[in-house]
């Protein structure tokens, strides 16, 4: 390759490193070459390897969720890019920032029946929040290198943070010259910033009974601070979802946090405590009980907040939707609220929470060791800090419906962007490469595991820390809760619950994983409190029945609207 080509990739990420991206994961391939090299060589990036291009976009989501910095994503021509596509579809519906790098074959190879080429232009379609179509390295010069990063990096962040596909095709010879490299200047980058107004809805701070919700999100200390501050100056409950962070921490002893939702919105005391208006932040809660008290109880005024633009109103009945980040938000409407008050309504849902969490802790704690125990007794051996990822289907709505809300701090990731199964454990190597210094814990079920068993490449290689808690009921158990599941002449255990039969032990035995297996509430606690202080990956496998699950879930709903009566 031309020295003139090597230049351009060589401004590309130099420009990107300028910018403030700190890592690039790479999946090897040949047409790829100069960007891989131009990316390894450059000061200030760091590069990791991933054989699976799948594992590699999830482990980069997940990194980047714990930084919230943009990584860059670089790969060869042909499926390769194809296979980051879900990954790129949860960065986009999660506000995750990627910069996604495909090489491709010259316009002179496209439509010939070359090996490795397909059509990536747009791969993405509405998935990303920009496309750049690259020219030719060789055909252009380092300044449109430097503008394209900057463009790119820009687009990844704002207005609304997501992915973004830079297509770069590339011609043979693909390795370097024996050549010195020119030196290149950075351009300048412009964070744009947006003026937020939230005066409009002063008007609701009128209102007595007001219900904050706060969904799946990425946030930190500030801003679970500026949320609690706003339910403590409104007398407001906040409704926190496991994946908002919100549950647990130093801020809850500021407002009531309700972490029991799931089944207070489920009870008929709700039915007699209708709020006049609630604020919804972040993505869609995990909530099913939620979504049931929206169609059945609602409230006069639903406000939908978001800064993503998606506005989450899945039973379509948010009276005003608003673009603004939680943040933002809650600082806007604390100054506007005024000084701190407690009314009766406070009270009422401050202590309908206190009964709530006594009648799950006293049902759980008489039950079988299961998946709601082990949601419930997660937070209780972490220290300080810890961060949990937690996979979709059953272990997200365990952890909604069972984590205590407490003054420990606890960071909890999830993708409830798309709500897939992929890539678990890719995006909690990812979340533990960005948070070095406090334990990384993926809480997952045994399909979601098995699912992304080629994460543990780049786990290995990368010597990251990581736990990983399985509740294993031998399938699909979260199809248990659907009807489908009692319905006559339809093979159920065949079509929905699909048990895999495989060997848990032996597969932690293949990656080199410590196997912990506790049958009980204090064999559970110590296998945690032992993995998080041992290096390398740990197992613990917790074997449960999906029935007795469905079971534990229903009833415990029944006993904590018995209890608030």
Same mark, same amino acid.
């Given at each position: 390759?031309?020295?003139?080509?090597?230049?351009?990739? !060589?401004?590309?990420?130099?420009?990107?490193?300028?910018?403030?991206?700190?890592?690039?994961a790479i999946s090897p391939g040949s047409r790829s070459t100069p960007? =891989?090299?131009?990316?390894?060589?450059?000061?200030?990036?760091?590069?990791? +390897?991933h054989l699976d291009e799948r594992a590699g976009s999830y482990f980069a989501l997940g990194l980047a969720k714990a930084t919230s910095k943009p990584v860059i994503l +670089?790969?060869?021509?042909?499926?390769?890019?194809? /296979?980051?596509?879900?990954a790129v579809v949860e960065a986009f519906y999660s506000g995750t920032p990627l910069i996604i790098i495909s090489a491709d074959r010259p316009p002179e190879l496209q439509n010939r029946g070359a090996p490795q080429t397909i059509n990536q232009i747009e791969l993405y379609g509405k998935h990303v929040?920009?496309?750049?179509?690259?020219?030719?390295?060789?055909?252009? +010069?380092?300044?449109?290198?430097?503008?394209?990063? &900057?463009?790119? *990096?820009?687009? =990844?962040?704002? @207005?609304?943070?997501?992915?973004?596909?830079?297509?770069?095709?590339?011609?043979?010879?693909?390795?370097? =010259?024996?050549?010195? *490299?020119? /030196?290149?200047?950075?351009?300048?980058?412009?964070?744009?910033t947006r003026e937020v107004d939230v005066s409009e809805l002063e008007k609701f701070l009128e209102y007595e009974k007001g219900l904050i919700v706060v969904g799946p999100i990425e946030t930190d200390s500030t801003t679970c601070n500026k949320i609690s501050e706003l339910g403590s100056v409104?007398?407001?409950?906040?409704?926190?979802?496991?994946?908002?962070?919100? !549950? /647990?921490?130093?801020?809850?002893?500021?407002?009531?946090?309700?972490?029991?939702?799931?089944?207070?919105?489920?009870?008929?005391?709700?039915?007699?405590?209708? @709020?006049?208006?609630?604020?919804?932040?972040? !993505?869609?809660? &995990?909530?099913?009980?939620y979504k049931l008290f929206l169609n059945e109880v609602g409230a006069k005024n639903i406000i939908c907040t978001d800064e993503l633009g998606f506005f989450p109103d899945s039973e379509s009945v948010a009276t005003k939707k608003v673009a603004v980040s939680p943040s933002a938000l809650a600082t806007g409407l604390t100054q506007l609220a005024g000084k701190k008050k407690?009314?009766?309504?406070?009270?009422?849902?401050?202590?309908?929470?206190?009964?709530?969490?006594?009648? +799950?802790?006293?049902?759980? =704690? /008489?039950?079988?060791?299961?998946?709601?125990?082990?949601?419930?007794?997660?937070?209780e051996a972490l220290p300080e800090e810890s961060c949990i990822f937690v996979s979709n289907s059953m272990p997200i709505r365990d952890l909604d419906a069972f984590l205590p809300s407490s003054l420990k701090r606890l960071k909890v990731f999830a993708n409830r962007g798309a709500n897939g199964i992929d890539g678990v454990i890719s995006t909690a190597t990812g979340i533990s490469k960005g948070s070095p210094k406090v334990p990384t814990v993926l809480f997952t079920g045994d399909l979601a595991f098995l699912h992304d068993l080629s994460g543990f490449t780049a786990l290995k290689r990368l010597g990251s820390d990581l736990t990983i808690v399985i509740v294993d009921n031998n399938g699909g158990g979260i199809f248990s809760f659907l009807p489908i599941a009692e319905t006559e002449d339809v093979n159920f255990q065949k079509l929905f619950h699909t048990p895999h039969d495989l060997d848990i032990k032996a597969i932690a035995g293949i990656i080199g994983a410590n196997f912990f297996a506790p049958t009980t509430r204090q064999d559970f606690l110590d296998a945690l409190k032992q993995s998080i202080n041992i290096s390398g990956v740990n197992v613990i496998h917790v074997i449960v029945d999906a029935q007795t699950n469905v079971a534990t879930h229903k009833t415990t709903s029944n006993k904590v609207s018995e209890a608030l009566q």
């Amino acid at each position: 390759m031309s020295e003139t080509s090597y230049n351009w990739c !060589r401004s590309l990420f130099y420009q990107f490193a300028s910018n403030g991206v700190q890592h690039v994961a790479i999946s090897p391939g040949s047409r790829s070459t100069p960007l =891989s090299i131009a990316a390894d060589l450059t000061e200030g990036l760091e590069t990791s +390897i991933h054989l699976d291009e799948r594992a590699g976009s999830y482990f980069a989501l997940g990194l980047a969720k714990a930084t919230s910095k943009p990584v860059i994503l +670089i790969c060869t021509s042909g499926t390769a890019a194809v /296979n980051y596509h879900p990954a790129v579809v949860e960065a986009f519906y999660s506000g995750t920032p990627l910069i996604i790098i495909s090489a491709d074959r010259p316009p002179e190879l496209q439509n010939r029946g070359a090996p490795q080429t397909i059509n990536q232009i747009e791969l993405y379609g509405k998935h990303v929040r920009g496309f750049f179509q690259a020219p030719v390295p060789g055909e252009s +010069i380092q300044k449109n290198a430097l503008n394209l990063a &900057t463009d790119a *990096f820009s687009q =990844s962040l704002k @207005p609304f943070p997501g992915p973004v596909h830079i297509n770069c095709p590339l011609r043979e010879p693909l390795e370097p =010259s024996n050549v010195l *490299f020119s /030196n290149f200047e950075a351009s300048d980058y412009l964070e744009m910033t947006r003026e937020v107004d939230v005066s409009e809805l002063e008007k609701f701070l009128e209102y007595e009974k007001g219900l904050i919700v706060v969904g799946p999100i990425e946030t930190d200390s500030t801003t679970c601070n500026k949320i609690s501050e706003l339910g403590s100056v409104t007398g407001w409950p906040v409704v926190a979802d496991p994946a908002s962070s919100l !549950r /647990n921490g130093p801020h809850t002893k500021d407002c009531v946090i309700i972490s029991s939702g799931e089944h207070i919105f489920r009870s008929t005391w709700v039915k007699e405590h209708k @709020p006049d208006v609630i604020i919804q932040m972040g !993505r869609m809660p &995990t909530s099913k009980g939620y979504k049931l008290f929206l169609n059945e109880v609602g409230a006069k005024n639903i406000i939908c907040t978001d800064e993503l633009g998606f506005f989450p109103d899945s039973e379509s009945v948010a009276t005003k939707k608003v673009a603004v980040s939680p943040s933002a938000l809650a600082t806007g409407l604390t100054q506007l609220a005024g000084k701190k008050k407690q009314t009766d309504w406070t009270q009422s849902w401050s202590h309908a929470e206190r009964i709530s969490s006594l009648t +799950i802790r006293e049902l759980v =704690s /008489n039950s079988v060791f299961d998946e709601a125990a082990t949601a419930l007794y997660l937070e209780e051996a972490l220290p300080e800090e810890s961060c949990i990822f937690v996979s979709n289907s059953m272990p997200i709505r365990d952890l909604d419906a069972f984590l205590p809300s407490s003054l420990k701090r606890l960071k909890v990731f999830a993708n409830r962007g798309a709500n897939g199964i992929d890539g678990v454990i890719s995006t909690a190597t990812g979340i533990s490469k960005g948070s070095p210094k406090v334990p990384t814990v993926l809480f997952t079920g045994d399909l979601a595991f098995l699912h992304d068993l080629s994460g543990f490449t780049a786990l290995k290689r990368l010597g990251s820390d990581l736990t990983i808690v399985i509740v294993d009921n031998n399938g699909g158990g979260i199809f248990s809760f659907l009807p489908i599941a009692e319905t006559e002449d339809v093979n159920f255990q065949k079509l929905f619950h699909t048990p895999h039969d495989l060997d848990i032990k032996a597969i932690a035995g293949i990656i080199g994983a410590n196997f912990f297996a506790p049958t009980t509430r204090q064999d559970f606690l110590d296998a945690l409190k032992q993995s998080i202080n041992i290096s390398g990956v740990n197992v613990i496998h917790v074997i449960v029945d999906a029935q007795t699950n469905v079971a534990t879930h229903k009833t415990t709903s029944n006993k904590v609207s018995e209890a608030l009566q």
